[in-house]
């Protein structure tokens, strides 16, 4: 957030903020569009920064998290998320040669990922002397849980469209499988993800300035001094209207109570991520999680909202809204 006390500093960066998001906000939603492993792609590389970010942090606490172990298995578990489209193309590429072979179900990958991913970690902290085993490994998993984990999710979501989304719910008769419809579910996920991202995006800036403008009553002051009840009404308000917006326009295969109650999730878990996230960095004593992005802070900074949204609202439209 801009150092109020010098008017002159704010101004710079709140102008290197306006250009980093004029040129990242096109480039992010490009690559929501496209889904598939362009999409993959950029989520892994937030996840992989974000989960670096918060292993820095933990230790600056005396921590000492196995960091390459995590961001190995974090990688992996973003990749559990797209595993079925690489497992039906993979597939497809075996029977051509007439090769057949077992695999695990996505389900099954995931969990012997987060499995082996437990076991490696307690095996290695066997033969370490560095920092407290409870600390160390409490930083490494509850990293890779609620960063890693969490940002899969957010694939999860993209990934539905091409590959669990019950077309008989919405279409009828022959068509129901054509180029154009299948076309039109694709295209449902990229809309879906983008209003998500810009839904967060509008919350946290309405947040802001409803709090700097008409902000007296504070929401959380051990925590995050700055917010107020009233910004955050305000970042709630803005939420919803947002996914609203969204699905009367781009995503009508939502309801408009699906619309109303995906946009209540951003309201206030996004807020609530951004919560946990500054319960975090007073822990470490950092203002941001990082100093990577002019005038942002860090990716975790970035994105820690959408780090508590994704898992909701997967979870919300897979066995909600497409069961």
Same mark, same amino acid.
């Given at each position: 957030?801009?150092?109020?006390?010098?008017?002159?500093?704010?101004?710079?960066?709140?102008?290197a903020?306006?250009?980093?998001?004029?040129?990242?906000?096109?480039?992010?939603?490009?690559?929501?569009?496209? #889904? #598939?492993?362009a999409?993959?792609?950029?989520v892994?590389?937030?996840?992989?920064?974000?989960?670096?970010?918060f292993?820095k942090?933990?230790?600056?606490?005396?921590?000492?998290? *196995?960091?390459l172990?995590?961001?190995?298995?974090?990688?992996?578990?973003?990749?559990?998320f797209?595993?079925?489209?690489? /497992?039906?193309e993979?597939y497809?590429? *075996?029977?051509?040669?007439?090769?057949?072979?077992a695999?695990?179900?996505q389900?099954?990958?995931?969990?012997?990922?987060?499995l082996?991913?437990?076991?490696?970690v307690l095996?290695?902290? *066997?033969?370490?002397k560095?920092?407290?085993?409870?600390?160390?490994?409490?930083?490494?998993?509850?990293g890779?849980?609620i960063?890693?984990?969490?940002f899969?999710?957010l694939?999860?979501?993209?990934?539905?469209?091409?590959?669990?989304?019950?077309?008989?719910?919405?279409?009828?008769?022959g068509?129901?499988?054509?180029?154009e419809?299948?076309?039109?579910?694709? /295209?449902w996920?990229?809309?879906?993800?983008?209003?998500?991202l810009?839904?967060?995006?509008l919350? $946290?800036?309405?947040?802001?300035?409803?709090?700097?403008?008409?902000?007296?009553?504070?929401l959380?002051?051990r925590?995050?001094p700055k917010?107020t009840?009233e910004?955050?009404?305000f970042?709630?308000?803005?939420?919803?209207a947002?996914?609203?917006?969204?699905?009367?326009?781009?995503?009508?295969?939502?309801?408009?109570? $699906?619309?109303?109650?995906? +946009?209540s999730?951003? #309201?206030?878990?996004?807020?609530v991520? $951004?919560?946990?996230?500054?319960r975090f960095?007073?822990?470490?004593?950092?203002?941001?999680?990082?100093?990577?992005?002019?005038?942002?802070g +860090?990716?975790?900074?970035r994105?820690?909202s959408?780090?508590?949204?994704?898992?909701?609202?997967?979870?919300?439209?897979?066995f909600?809204v497409?069961?």
């Amino acid at each position: 957030m801009a150092d109020t006390a010098t008017p002159s500093k704010g101004f710079s960066s709140l102008a290197a903020r306006i250009v980093v998001a004029l040129i990242a906000i096109p480039a992010i939603l490009w690559m929501v569009i496209q #889904g #598939g492993y362009a999409f993959f792609a950029f989520v892994a590389l937030i996840s992989t920064i974000s989960l670096y970010e918060f292993y820095k942090m933990a230790e600056k606490r005396g921590a000492a998290p *196995l960091k390459l172990v995590g961001i190995l298995f974090g990688v992996l578990i973003n990749f559990a998320f797209v595993y079925e489209r690489a /497992q039906v193309e993979l597939y497809q590429w *075996l029977m051509s040669m007439d090769v057949r072979i077992a695999m695990f179900s996505q389900l099954q990958f995931l969990l012997v990922l987060i499995l082996k991913f437990l076991l490696i970690v307690l095996l290695l902290e *066997l033969f370490r002397k560095k920092g407290s085993p409870l600390m160390n490994i409490g930083s490494t998993v509850l990293g890779v849980l609620i960063i890693s984990l969490f940002f899969g999710t957010l694939i999860a979501i993209r990934e539905l469209f091409p590959y669990g989304f019950p077309a008989y719910k919405f279409f009828t008769g022959g068509g129901m499988t054509s180029k154009e419809n299948l076309a039109l579910i694709n /295209q449902w996920g990229g809309y879906t993800v983008a209003a998500l991202l810009i839904s967060i995006w509008l919350c $946290d800036t309405a947040a802001y300035f409803g709090g700097v403008t008409f902000g007296k009553r504070k929401l959380f002051e051990r925590v995050s001094p700055k917010k107020t009840w009233e910004g955050t009404v305000f970042g709630f308000v803005f939420a919803v209207a947002t996914m609203v917006v969204a699905q009367q326009y781009f995503i009508n295969y939502l309801s408009l109570k $699906d619309a109303l109650i995906i +946009g209540s999730f951003v #309201g206030v878990f996004g807020q609530v991520g $951004d919560l946990v996230e500054s319960r975090f960095k007073r822990e470490a004593d950092v203002k941001d999680s990082s100093a990577l992005i002019p005038g942002h802070g +860090g990716v975790y900074d970035r994105f820690d909202s959408l780090v508590f949204v994704s898992p909701i609202v997967y979870l919300y439209i897979d066995f909600v809204v497409l069961s």
